[in-house]
């Protein structure tokens, strides 16, 4: 069981940016019947979503709320000793995108950087990652950048996750005080359940070729996509949720000697409103404790977690609460962790 424990470390600032350009679930009606769309609303909770423009990436996302977080933070560039890059839609295969945005963002070239790989539980994973870090005796600041953009991904003919994914970018800053307090993290990772949320080809398993790029009907139901588009099986995806997250929850809170009426708010990856609120239910949480921004920006996978709290307590300085994050998805994978938040500066979602 990856249970992990650090103490004097967290988070001091957060800061989130979406791009400026709105898709209306609603009106998204080019190929889909207007009863449709309002259907996958209903049932999704997805209202409107936010789409990159050709030509931006999540990296440039992800520029514009680290520059907008250092800059509002009053940060000495040059005290950032590592950058961490966390998104599954970066700008290229080679380069890693972490070693650009340390050159964007005018840091040190001392600055250890690099891309972690991995999806909706990106945020957590990547956090343990900027805490290990943040605790070594000559590292002063960590970056930790979380970016996507899955509105790229899917099929806009695939009625199964057309309406679903959106993008932003998000920036938070790490670093070490005694006051910061303990945080818990509890981790895990089933890749016998790989195929539940896949894109087959374009990799080196499946390189890109002309019949990858194809679109071809895949069901019953008529929805098309390319062997090149991501895929999610949902109600598989769905009883994995079941079967791992209020487990992993609970064991968590065990092992970091916390009760519920301990925590103040519950961040959960905003998937899709039914299965938000079945973990409401399950657990018992307090609806007001979990915050919801699906409606406004759809399933953002790594980002949801950070864009959630900026979308909150955006323009806000947090002063002593406890927080649950609980990442859950592709590779399948889970993280969840207690943050203890003290004095963090939450800035306004910027577009662009």
Known sequence: MAFLKFESVGIKGLAACVPANKVINRNYTEIFSADEAELIVEKTGIEERRFALPGTTASDLCFEAANNLLDELKVDRSEIDALLFVSQTADYRMPASAIILQDRLKLSKNTLAFDINIGCSGYVYGLSVAFMYAQQEHIRKVLLLVGETRSRVYSPKDRTTAFLFGDGGTATLIEKNKGLG??????????????????????????????????????????????????????????????????????????????????????????????????????????????????????????????????????QRIENEAWLFSGFGVGMSWASAIIQARDIKVLPIIEV
């Open 182 to 315: 303990v945080s818990n993290f509890l981790m895990g990772s089933d890749g016998s359940r790989q195929n539940l949320i896949k894109i087959d080809a374009g990799g080196y398993r499946n390189p890109s070729s002309f019949d990858t790029l194809k679109e071809k009907i895949t069901d019953v139901y008529g929805n098309i996509r390319s062997a090149e588009h991501g895929y999610m099986k949902g109600s598989d995806v769905f009883s994995f949720v079941l079967r791992e997250i209020p487990g992993n929850i609970k064991t968590l809170l065990r092992r970091a000697e916390y009760d519920w009426e301990d925590l103040d708010k519950f961040f959960f990856h905003q998937a899709n409103k039914f299965m938000n609120d079945y973990l409401v239910k399950k657990l018992g949480v307090k609806v007001e404790k979990a915050p919801q921004s699906l409606q406004k920006y759809g399933n953002t996978s790594s980002v949801s977690i950070p864009l959630n709290v900026v979308d909150h307590y955006g323009g």
